[in-house]
């Protein structure tokens, strides 16, 4: 009767061991993060848990793996890793591919296709050469209804939780959905009183959000760019001659850079530009949607280096905003030179 007391013990505590012990730990105990790539098999995976330092006991692990049966089913993923799991927990989570997502953050002026590649696959599996290759697939686009020109419209400045394992041709697919989602029939309407299609109003907005980054003036200035475009006069906008130029160190526009000849010169040409110059934000959308209806045409820099603008309804007035503006700069630039 005492051995078969014994051996039940010994039986219990060996299950207990297996499937119920806290045999998962972590750095500083923290939450961490186990990444499985595609084509691991279990004993990369082994490889992985010990070389990370997540099992205390490998031998009661791989047991639990065998009753969940995760040695035939590795899936790849990002997996969350806690000391408060158990060998049965992870093993579980791990053999049916319970991931967990991640998030992919978008923000506004992202110009190139490179730069939106690289910030799109930051912290996922794929990498920014395969992204960039589908971002330029042209077949791909267009079934999308986009094109070289307005792709950049799709991409809509926010945080989106992702799977890490998530494919390019999936990641393009989630961003046009939400594309669509953010053009509900609220702004759609919206465009269409303002006479522009949802593209337009995108790439009017580039331009607002590269002129001022304060969200609070950006209908003040998106207001100014309507009143330009009302009445067929040049948008002149200076960011859209860097873009033509296609050097983004520029910091100063010459009169050099308004003879470009190119589409987006907005200078040389009346109207908006082919289309968006960067990725615009959502403020900056929905300032143009929401504009402030104002008689300025004209804006300059203020001479306080706040970041925010002048507005003036002539050139007489803009020209004495420039001039307030040259001075202050040219005291600041001497005042640099003499603390030097």
């Given at each position: ?100 997502p991640l998030n992919v953050t978008i923000s506004g002026s992202i110009r190139t296709f490179e730069r939106l590649a690289a910030v799109l ?27 070289s020109v307005s792709l950049r419209a799709m991409f809509i400045p926010n945080t989106y939780e992702v799977y890490w394992t998530i494919s ?72 859209t001659l860097i873009f033509a130029a296609g050097d983004y160190s520029i910091r100063r526009v010459l009169r050099k850079h308004t003879r ?81």
């Amino acid at each position: 009767m005492v051995l078969i007391l014994l051996a039940a013990l010994t039986a219990a505590g060996g299950l207990f061991l297996t499937f119920r012990h806290k045999n998962i730990m972590t750095q500083n105990g923290a939450v961490s993060y186990l990444l499985v790539p595609q084509g691991a098999d279990f004993e990369q995976l082994m490889d992985s848990l010990a070389g990370n330092g997540y099992l205390k006991i490998e031998k009661t692990f791989r047991w639990a793996a065998e009753h969940e049966n995760l040695p035939a089913n590795v899936h790849p993923g990002r997996y969350a890793v806690s000391p408060d799991m158990n060998n049965q927990q992870l093993a579980r989570k791990l053999a049916m591919g319970w991931q967990d997502p991640l998030n992919v953050t978008i923000s506004g002026s992202i110009r190139t296709f490179e730069r939106l590649a690289a910030v799109l696959t930051r912290n996922l599996e794929i990498d920014s050469a395969g992204m960039l290759s589908h971002i330029r697939n042209d077949s791909l686009i267009t079934a999308m209804g986009f094109d070289s020109v307005s792709l950049r419209a799709m991409f809509i400045p926010n945080t989106y939780e992702v799977y890490w394992t998530i494919s390019e041709a999936e990641l393009l697919k989630r961003m046009y959905k939400e594309y669509n989602q953010f053009w509900n029939d609220t702004r759609k309407e919206k465009a269409r009183l303002l006479g522009m299609t949802p593209l337009q109003v995108s790439t009017l907005a580039s331009i607002v959000y590269e002129e001022t980054k304060k969200t609070d003036e950006m209908p003040a200035v998106a207001g100014v760019y309507i009143n330009r475009l009302r009445i067929n006069m040049p948008l002149q906008a200076d960011p859209t001659l860097i873009f033509a130029a296609g050097d983004y160190s520029i910091r100063r526009v010459l009169r050099k850079h308004t003879r470009i000849d190119s589409p987006y010169n907005t200078y040389k040409n009346r109207g908006l530009p082919p289309g968006p110059i960067s990725v615009p934000s959502i403020e900056a959308i929905d300032a143009v949607l929401n504009y402030q209806d104002h008689d300025y045409l004209y804006f300059c820099a203020k001479e306080d280096f706040s970041g925010y603008h002048n507005f003036a309804p002539n050139l007489r007035e803009h020209m004495k905003n420039a001039r307030k503006f040259q001075r202050a700069l040219t005291e600041r630039l001497r005042q640099e030179g003499q603390g030097k």
